[in-house]
């Protein structure tokens, strides 16, 4: 059996994970000191509607704001494209960095 690191979490930069074990356990982490963990979920392709949240989020005193970005595809019906859905990673990134997320 290999241990797996711990996830790390740098105040101040915008921190990227790929694993939701990894996002639990940060999230579980910043709750243990007493800070708010305050979720934007997405589906990426931000626009003016998502950083509304991201500010808001921020407003909260003591708070880490986290965007998950999940292009889910049980959102998407038979006749809708899911391949067509926009998959901007680091547009979404640079934008959220912009937020100071």
């Not at 989020?57 to 049980?74: E, Q, T």
């Not at 547009?91 to 100071?100: K, T």
Request: with cysteine; glycine share 6%; aromatic share 4%.
């Amino acid at each position: 059996m290999t241990a797996t690191k711990p996830a790390k979490f740098n105040a101040g930069e915008l921190n990227v994970y790929s694993s939701p074990a990894d996002v639990g356990e940060v999230s579980r982490a910043l709750r243990h000191t007493g800070r708010r963990v305050m979720l934007v979920p997405t589906m990426g392709a931000m626009h003016d509607g998502h950083l509304a949240l991201v500010r808001a989020a921020k407003r909260v005193p003591g708070a880490v704001v986290v965007v998950s970005i999940f292009v889910n595809p049980l959102q998407f019906s038979a006749d809708e494209d899911l391949d067509a859905y926009p998959r901007i990673l680091e547009a979404d990134l640079a934008m959220l960095r912009c937020e100071g997320v």
